[in-house]
């Protein structure tokens, strides 16, 4: 195998893809297994990539979330367009964080990029990204609503070297880490990507040693042409036209209600093409999405529906083309806040749906729990050890489907993070997990029901904690599809001694309560498929015996079905 | 005169390994599997084995036994109804586990459902907290209303699941106790005593498949039991755990959880064993069978350990060796994706109808079909296997596939093999490192059916200098369960930090495990001379959620210390992150203790050396390795080697049960114990 070699059969790409997946796969694991907090090594929030010397992405690791993929490539457009080659050199390690200065989608994700030498030449990039329990700002957790400004949302970091040749930069990690929560676990946090890089790097050099620089790099780009070849031909199944949709965001939380979304997606041959004019300005809340989220949206859009086994890589990238008038919700202009940008992704997710569901309805569903409904909770505890900082976001209804029903419970679409079991909530925070179950007659009636949302209440214990929090979906239904019924809402209250609940706002900041209140969280279930009349006896049958549902819900949402079960 | 017998049962066959220590006398027998009963063919292969090598059964001491009863449970669904009793508040968590979806981008991928369904989900008014404390304590009357409400379920068997019994199992006892006096004939799994560990959904999950399994290995059990009494009265009989290791068929009944990887367990104490007689303590196995290829890393001696399981879909924490299986096999079938690229697996034509050339209706290439297009695998079958292959389907099979790719026949099928490699490369490399080694400091020690047939290839793509090949590398499972030890594992969860104000208290919980492994080991009457307890202790940093197990030896009267803690702990950071932070406070998480009581082991037979280094060569044929080019190969029968034997690659040696491959440069000898040792060539 000669190094200057760069043609490559088919069988030989495949195997050397297998290589570059590897590296993504290892370090993905070194992060998990190496992080210090939770959000990271149990909730899986952190991803890892290969880039090219051009910035474009080749390979990421397959449990990488998607937003993730949008924030890697913008940082990847920064990084190449502030430095130019000759200052980008080996042991470097670059940082960045921020969405419009280092093509981040919110300040919480954190990248780190290290690049690869061959050779004496710059071959590529190791990154990885993960999103860190606080990066400071105004609430713990950088996560809360009230925000209208990106300087208010946590530490603002442009593309810069936390590494110059191999040489820790000090003073940047002693800034990164002032102007945090909880210090002690970002600077495990940051080990552990540093880590991830070092491996990343040493094996992408195994990988050179063996097949050669010129040969890898005619594989990169092999690899994209291969994934372009994959996502047409997927493309041109589908029927050409027109396809619009729209629907709305709940509000900002600051004073913006109704936010409107619409797409208009075209189809012709093998060309896919995404506008979304018709969406509304930028809003002064923290729901807005930069450009680069927004198309992470349009890949997994598509990935779900057409091929979900397509590599993540610049080949998805190229062969759509997607457009946004700027200044809107989801092409925003600095300095507009960011942080609560998921909620918005799956709702541009819930839209890209409902469009596409006129050309493919087999691969479509009902509109799912479209939140990341957080739950940020601070305080002292009172058995010592200083300041606590709980941070979680739960999941709740995925929409019915062609042929079965939606999931009850599960985090949708645009993340996939785990909870935090109970127990452990409990040895590590001063607060007490009452229940935890599913919504009864939250998932919308249909042939194929919606999945259900989730109700959790939690208690301090012993003291007055802070909570926080960011919820959509609680004014707007998940709609249904094809004659299914919209899902449940969601809601935040405080339930006082008495047992009688308080609702609060959908996007609260700074609730202070005691021991003798309880913060309920109720999050979204999701829209049903097809009209509830043609359901199947079976299914309602065990829609009854479990309790799922209720009588009365039985009785009013399948009338013709209700009796006799 | 006592026999040693080894039975493990697989998918396909049913494996036999008897051994006799007063003769020395070795027998091996196979016969097909029976899944609707599998104690059938057990029985009938006895019998059938002691004909023919005139065995009285009366003479068997011991049937240690591996078996696939759990699983293939849970496969068909065969289970009874299971009801589920948890704190208030909580009915639902089996059924949200994490709230992940299994795949992140696929709309219509979802998870098993949950095994008891929501309307046998019980809860009870009850709460203990995180220190033990009972914040609401479970009453008489809540318990009489449980009890009638099981009662009323109909279950066949309860799951008891309440959150932090682990540290204060005082409510679960309480309703096992109520459940048993008001039905007896109720079979009863609690949290605290399946898997007494932090984590409330992995520990219920556990808990339930526990319930659910037990009226099935129940019937299983006394079914063989009474079976085996009338073939040979003197048997005792041992399961084996998925953590190694027998137990006696009454704790089977009660912890069926813990045979889920029964089979797959016994293959790797039969690696170590054989990679022991071959000198090496660290080595990587490849089980490599029809549909999936099994891996497990082997290091001192010792097969790594884990407590996280997926079972059939379903989460499981219980001690198990750390197998990972490879969606790899001879029977998985190359396919090109959207991309126009080959891919190999993970589907596979299984048993049946098999690869093409089997001649049995499939039509679709496979890794066998490719092996045979290389003459890697003899177009006569297995020695003696009475299969003969047909060469021109395999070619068949593969010409699709090689126009599409503008390629000859032969390099597609290298191709094949070489895709296949590749997946089990990247799926061992990742398993290597998510346990913080690097595999090329191992050995490969392959076995199963296609285990040989790819070992060289495997090394190759790994960077693995040396790889070894057991004698009877298709049955090494059955081996491994007549060298199997008993054994047995206790945990106790409790959050501790590591400060030397905590000593006292860590010794505390270190001496309750020996206490009760002491316990154990008097009830298995295991002689003092046999004991071994080892204690692993799981340990994070404060902060992290994620902890290692950290082996702090043997345990004895003294309890370490601080010091001695915080090394090992150091020590275990290192190998796995690549750093550790000396002054960041450590907390332990779990205290874990397995106790083995040593078996005597058979001795080795020794076989008389080779007068002659050279190999006795059956015969030639053309060998495919790479780029198109045939070699003449040698072809030797394994029966003919002979400690001191030796071969220089290119090679194909035959057995019975299994193909070993010498690529050109590839140096083999045989060792006393008639382990092929191959060095791979460069």
Known sequence: MSDTDTDIDPITLEILHNGLRSVTDESYIAITKAAYSTNIKERRDHSTAIMDRTGRLIVQAENSLPIHLASMLGLMECLLAKFPLAEVEEGDIFVANDPYQAGGTHLPDVNLAMPIFAEGRLLGFVCNLAHHADIGGMAPGSMAGGMSEIYQEGLRIPVVKLFRRGELVQDMLDILLLNVRVPEERRGDYYAQIAACRLGARRMAELVERHGPDRLEAAFEMILERTEARLRSAILEIPDGTYAFQDVLDNDGMGTSDIPIAVTVTISGDDARFDFAGTGPQVRGNVNVTMNATQSAVYYTLKGMLDPDIPNNHGLIRSVEITAPAGTIVNANFPSAVAGRANTSQRIIDVLIGALAQALPEAAVGAANGANTTAVFFGEDPRGGGSYLYLETLGGGFGGRATKDGKDGVQVHITNTSNLPVEAIEMEYPLMVESYGLIPDSGGAGTYRGGMGLRRVIRPLGHETVFSGMGERFRHHPWGIFGGEAGGTGRFALRGANGAEEALDDKPSGVRFGPDQAVVVETPGAGGYGPPEARDSTALAADRRGGKFTEDYMARHYPATGDGE | ?682
């Open chain 2, 1 to 682: 005169m006592a026999w040693v017998i080894g039975v493990d049962v697989g998918g396909t066959f049913t494996d036999f390994h008897a051994y006799d220590d007063a003769s020395g006398r070795t027998h091996v027998h196979k016969t097909p599997s029976t899944p609707d009963d599998p104690a059938r063919a057990v029985l009938a292969g006895l019998e059938t084995l002691a004909a023919a090598e005139d065995i009285d059964l009366a003479d068997v001491a011991r049937l240690s036994h591996g078996t696939t009863v759990a699983t293939n449970a849970l496969i068909q669904g065969r289970g009874k109804r299971v009801a589920l009793v948890t704190t208030q508040g909580f009915r639902d968590l089996l059924e949200i586990g994490r709230q992940i979806r299994p795949h992140m981008f696929d709309f219509q991928k979802d998870y098993p459902p949950p095994l008891v369904p929501r309307e046998f989900r019980l809860e009870a008014a009850e709460r203990v907290l995180a220190d033990g404390s009972v914040y609401r304590a479970l009453e008489e009357g809540e318990i009489t209303r449980v009890v009638e409400a099981v009662r009323e379920s109909g279950a066949a068997s309860v799951a008891i699941c309440f959150l932090f019994a682990f540290v204060n199992p005082a409510h679960e006892r309480m309703l096992r106790d109520a459940l048993q006096a008001a039905l007896p004939a109720l079979e009863i799994s609690i949290s605290s005593d399946v898997q007494p560990e932090f984590r409330e959904y992995e520990r219920l999950s556990t808990t339930v498949l526990n319930a659910y399994l037990q009226p099935v290995m129940t019937g299983y059990v006394s079914a063989f039991e009474s079976g085996l009494a009338r073939r040979a009265p003197s048997a005792s009989l041992g399961i084996n755990q998925s953590a190694g290791g027998l137990m006696s068929p009454a704790r089977a009944r009660e912890l069926p959880i813990r045979t889920a990887l029964s089979g797959p367990a016994a293959g790797a104490v039969g690696a170590i064993h054989a990679a022991g007689l071959a000198g090496e303590a660290n080595v990587v196995t490849l089980d490599m069978g029809g549909t999936s290829a099994d891996v497990c890393m082997i290091r001192q001696g010792r097969a790594e350990m884990t407590f996280e399981r997926w079972i059939e879909g379903y989460p499981a924490r219980v001690a198990s060796v750390d197998i990972n299986a490879v969606g790899a096999g001879g029977g998985s079938i190359a396919w090109f994706a959207r991309d126009g690229l080959m891919k190999v697996g993970p589907r596979s034509a299984g048993a049946a109808p098999g690869p093409a050339c089997y001649g049995q209706g499939g039509t679709e290439p496979t890794v066998t079909d490719a092996n045979l297009a290389l003459g890697r695998l003899s177009p006569a079958g297995l020695l003696g296997g009475g299969m003969a292959m047909d060469i021109a389907a395999a070619r068949a099979s593969l010409a699709p596939a090689a126009e599409r790719l503008g390629l000859s026949v032969e390099r597609t099928a290298e191709g094949v093999i070489g895709i296949v490699v590749a997946n089990m490369v990247r799926a061992l490399r990742a398993i290597s490192v998510e346990r913080g080694h690097d595999p090329r400091d191992f050995v490969l020690l392959p076995f199963g059916g296609a285990g040989a047939l790819h070992a060289s290839d495997v090394a190759r793509a790994l960077g693995v200098g040396r790889f070894v090949v057991p004698p009877a590398p298709g049955i090494l499972c059955a081996k491994g369960l007549v060298v199997s030890d008993l054994s047995e594992s206790f945990v106790a969860s409790s959050l501790t930090a590591l400060k030397p104000e905590n000593e006292g208290e860590i010794a505390v919980v270190l001496a309750d495990l020996a206490a009760r492994a002491e316990a154990w080991f008097a009830a298995e009457a295991v002689p003092a001379a046999a004991r071994e307890l080892r204690v692993t202790l799981d340990m994070r940093y404060i902060g992290q959620n994620y902890e290692l197990g950290v082996e702090i030896g043997a345990a004895d009267a003294a309890a370490p210390g601080v010091a001695a803690l915080s090394a090992h702990f150091f020590a275990a950071h290192e190998l796995s992150y690549g750093y550790h932070n000396p002054e960041d406070p450590i907390e332990i998480v779990n205290f874990r203790a397995r106790a083995v009581g040593r078996l005597e082991r058979p001795p080795e037979p020794e076989i008389a050396p080779a007068a002659d280094p050279a190999a006795p060569v059956a015969s030639h044929r053309p060998v495919i390795f790479a780029d198109g080019v045939a070699h003449e190969a040698e072809v030797i029968e394994r029966t003919a080697l002979r400690p001191g034997h030796e071969v220089a690659g290119p090679a194909v040696i035959e057995q019975l049960d299994a193909t070993t491959l010498l690529h050109p440069g590839d140096r083999l000898r045989v060792d006393e114990a008639l382990n092929l040792i191959v060095e791979v060539g460069t």
